[in-house]
């Protein structure tokens, strides 16, 4: 094998071959072929790229790999990892953008040249976009034995690697270093790669599939902050009294806030982890124009700002929370904390205070805040300053699963700095979207929250709503429901708890009394609904013995189509493996920026089964359904209905023991491989009377699923109004 050629695991020859692990594991059995492992350890080896292609074509198994999918094999397996294997890439992506012309004249040239000549050149195209490096971020490099010392000028940050990666990290410096020659030579077929999926997707979108790639490949790496959260943030920012054309994001992270900025003349980021700034400063050079002004540097944002003059029209952050060590003991005399020195236990309090210190008079401030952090007692002088002040404007409650942590409800802070003569706010605009609204499909409340079931649309709906009613409204105006101006002297007590559920009226509560009447009618007409349906005596007789076929084998023989969700763009609804077990209307989105991809889009007659967590499923899909596409860990049979009755099909996939012996165990998750699913060989007549029995079942299952999610909403309902007094108890 090639010294430093791409390796590949287990998992990125499945999604080579669009199978799933297992198939992978039993190739590897079955096969005396099979590749051997070249790399890796032995419960998780790594395999030669080149070979893996090559025994799948050979095996006919695949005809050829996407080129998007090797591009990514290569990042992924790159001798240096997978970050600096992405920086390299966005630089030569830069370049591509920036002068389209140069690459194909470097290209044409040796590895050994390219790389010298590309490094001259990736310098102009960075000094362009970034500006021209300072004496700290030149590093003077000494090999010692294999390993790469970074020598300092100007008392800049010094970070040592093995294996001769450079890191290049001065405070205040800029992001994004120029790579040497021969930091670049191992990337040189990767850069070749890249160019030529650039040249079918656009540079920008290149980049955005790389590193969403590396984002989902190690979710535990990195805090994200999810597209219909920055868009929401982004958007409260831009309806704020000051145009927000110069945007500073002081904890960048992977610049999703900054990117979804609509219009900006100047972005700003600081990021304390050198590989994360440089990856965020070519995200946001590749997706705005080259006439916004960027600047993104690598710093501990609150002990070393790298914009002290900076005020900005908005500030847009998503800070790290329950930091006790984010410099307490050494700023205690920073003139940043206007409002109050925060506590060792409120590094969220000091982050409110850094936003506040960068925005111009009348600039508009949009935080990401734990819930703790309008009610913990430690805070509350500091909210209370804040309040009297006029600088916190709106407190808003999301649902969970709204960002990282998953399981809370966390909240959207957004503040106005005030102006010199400005009089304080006399009110506090409060909003709770914690509670997930009715869907449209029919009224039925979800049964269950979760960041795959959020409709952002309707979220971002109420709460702007709620902001601009706000911001235009006369003092003491008061809004119902999911928002509320409450004014600042009711709240300013002993606690000064700023959480809006503790200020508005609960959800089942808004509705009043005859909301309950309505939910009453509704349960009543569903239970008898639910009788009418419920299945007549049974006929016991002796098990059948029919002979039997799999799923994959009718797949081979035509009788049905295979297919697998979770991929694609653009602005449809997504059916989720949520929607499947709960049998609601699709409740996803697909990503709207990235390479455009189909997705695989659901027909009247395909069953869906969810292939994770062990339970036995399937939805018949309808024309209501029809049109969204397939979400993620569902797989798809499209039956030809001159062969297989769809209701059969989904019927006889919900065997408990068929769905056990198609599964596989893992010690954290179960997984079914639809294709073992085992079916009886029946004709299509006798299919379909069975398919009739089938469907009635699953009528009488829903009407039982809706009847217990009214009787849960009729039953808190009454205890809320019982409680409350606006229900008597006759």
Known sequence: MPENSTEVTAAGIARLAGVGRAAVSNWRRRHADFPKPVGGTETSPSFALAEVEQWLRDQGKIAEVPLRERVWQQVAGHPAGAVPALVHTGCALLLLRTSPKTWPEIAAAPDERVADVLSLALDKALTARFGPATQDDRAIHAAEGGRTVHAAEGGRTVHTMEGGRTVHAAEGGRAVHTPSGTELLPSVPLLRAVAELAAG?????????????????????YTLTPPGLAELMAALAEAGERPARTVLDPAAGTGALLRAVAAPAALYAQETDPDLAALTALRLALH?????????????????????????????????????????????????????????????????????????EGGTAVLLMPPAAASRRSGRRIRADLLRRGALRAVIALPAGAAPPYGIPLHLWVLRKPGSGAHPAPELLLVDTAEPAEPASGGQPSATGGRDRLDWQAVRRTVLDAWQSFEGSAPAAARTGAGRA????????????????????????????????????????????????????????????WPLTTVGELARAGALQLRTGGSGTGPGPVLTEHDVLGSTAPSGSLPTDGPPEEPVLVEPGDVVVPVLGGGSAARVIDDATAGAALGRNLQLLRPDPAALDPWFLAGFLRGTANNRQASSYASTATRLDARRLQLPRLPLAEQQRYGERFRALAEFEDALRLAGRLGGQLVQGMYDGLTDGTVAPK
């Open 486 to 545: 409450v004014p600042v002297i009711e709240l300013l007590d002993d606690d000064v708890d700023l959480a809006p559920a503790r200020h508005l009226p609960p959800p089942a509560a808004a509705g009043g009394p005859g909301e309950l009447i309505r939910v009453r009618e509704r349960l009543a007409e569903t239970l008898g609904r639910t009788g009418a349906l419920t299945p007549p005596a049974v006929t016991l007789s002796d098990p059948a013995h």
């Open 201 to 221: 997707t656009g540079p920008g979108e290149t980049f955005e599939f790389l590193l969403g790639r590396q984002l989902d490949a190690n979710p535990r790496q």
């Open 288 to 360: 705005t124009d080259t006439g916004c002004a960027l600047a993104a540097r690598t710093a501990d944002t609150l002990r070393a700002d790298a914009f002290p003059q900076l005020a900005a029209d908005a500030v847009l952050c998503h800070p790290p929370f329950n930091e006790r060590n984010w410099g307490h003991d050494e700023l205690a005399y920073d003139p940043r904390w206007e409002y109050g020195f925060p506590a060792r236990t409120e590094s969220e309090l000091a982050w409110v205070q850094h936003a506040l210190a960068h925005l111009r």
